[in-house]
């Protein structure tokens, strides 16, 4: 397999993982090349100075409860480097009131109706209590709308109230944009072998009562990882975007939008879904009509560095329940969800949901101003940023919509011999599920050579 030559189309954590275990695979004689655009690698892992300390504006944390971001730690020699929450829980923002994070749910979706309590009126209390006495049929394999499904149960305070402000948080989305199967694959596992209620699928789905913290991240922020892979893929970078791909013999040719031309035995596109649509639509249109219904949401972030002594309470954060006169979505006090450092707070703010235009459209001056008003009427606090960031992510966040799974599946059935895809709209959205995903798309391609 040396000699070869191999090109990765787009250089975040997925393209990035993908060419270093390309690297692992392939030996040091084949040529990786990279591309990407970008001013620097790591698309959504982009981590900056703010307030002097290290901040990261795209993601700035993974699931623990998924394997894979410790073992790529641990193989990368980065395990010490793993962070862990400080234990501080983030609060529900609804009925212009704080609430405590409900329990006992699977994204939301409760187990009991003690799960919302607070959250929720005494009808929907109520109709959560009586709902493994109704009558529920379910047929295997459906993927209805989460909004759908949990209106009917629980009704629509609990999709407003508890299921949204998760699925927004994850997704930029909302329970009427997001599947049953892609948000609570437990739960959808539980109803087809028969769960005899909503109710009891979520029992059964809950995630196994561990005492450990939910999520890591990075000392030193994602730019650490992005550092490591880099270094270990050996890749030369191409700072373009590829623009065209088509068949050379039994090679592949890449245009990049410099006009240049390269050639690779096998290609990896590591882009996000509406990225992948022109370049599949000549060699690929099963793929490329698959991947033209994969919508997204866009996003923008404002971080803030402010005083060390500015009193929030002691939450992780705040999620913004649906209908609530806020602009932001999510608020992450950062410097209470990993532990204070250095000599300012760090925190950050979310805007912008699938359907929304906000984070294209607003202006840098506005989404300050906003994250500003938003932190006086959730905390009752009026906030001096010491400085401030601005992060757009424009169609970033795929929505994983009813049936995403047999688009998905289509979209990979129809990729020629020696074309595979990594991304975040494949197999689940975070960061674990992208390092997943372009191992499996490098084990295709190896084993196609
Ligand atoms: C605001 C926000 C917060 C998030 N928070 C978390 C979190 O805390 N935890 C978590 O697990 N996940 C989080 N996520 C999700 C996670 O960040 C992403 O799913 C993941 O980083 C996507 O990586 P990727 O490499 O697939 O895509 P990207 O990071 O989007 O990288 C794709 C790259 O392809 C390049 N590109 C595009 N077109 C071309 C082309 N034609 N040619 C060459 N290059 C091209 C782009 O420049 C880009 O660098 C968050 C996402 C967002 C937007």
Known sequence: MSRCSYCVVGGGVSGLTAAYRLRAAVGDDATITVFDPADRLGG???????????MDLGAEAFVLRRPEMPALLAELGLAGRQRATTGARPLIYSGQQLHALPSGTVVGIPSSASSLAG??????????EAEPGRPFSWRPGSDPALAELVADRFGEQTVARSVDPLLCGVYAGSAATIGLRAAAPSVAAALDHGAA??????????????DGPVFGALDGGYQVLVDELVARSRAQRVRAAVVEIGRSGHCWELHDETGARWHADAVILAIPAPRLVPLLDEIA???????????SASSAVV????????????????????????RAKAIT??????????????????FGRFGDDLAERASDEELLAWALDDLATVFGVTVDPIEYRVQRWIEAMPQYGPGHA??????????????AVAGSYLDGIGVPACVSAAGRAVAGIVEAL
């Not at 249109?285 to 919508?295: D, F, L, Q």
């Not at 410097?335 to 300012?344: E, I, L």
């Open 44 to 54: 959504i892992l982009r981590t900056e100075l703010v307030g002097g300390q290290p």
């Open 119 to 128: 959250l929720v009126d005494e009808a929907t209390t109520a109709r959560i």
């Open 197 to 210: 209620s909503l109710t009891d699928a979520v029992r059964q789905g809950l995630p196994p009562a561990g």
């Open 285 to 295: 249109p099963r793929s490329a009509a698959a991947a033209r219904r994969i919508t």
């Open 303 to 326: 971080a803030l560095a402010v005083p060390l002594d500015t009193p929030f309470p002691p939450c992780s954060g705040v999620l913004v329940a649906s209908g609530e006169r806020l």
């Open 333 to 350: 006090l950062s410097s209470r969800k990993w532990g204070p450092r250095g000599d300012t707070q760090l925190l950050r703010l979310s």
């Open 406 to 419: 047999d688009l998905v599946a289509e979209v990979r059935a129809g990729l020629p011999s020696g074309v």
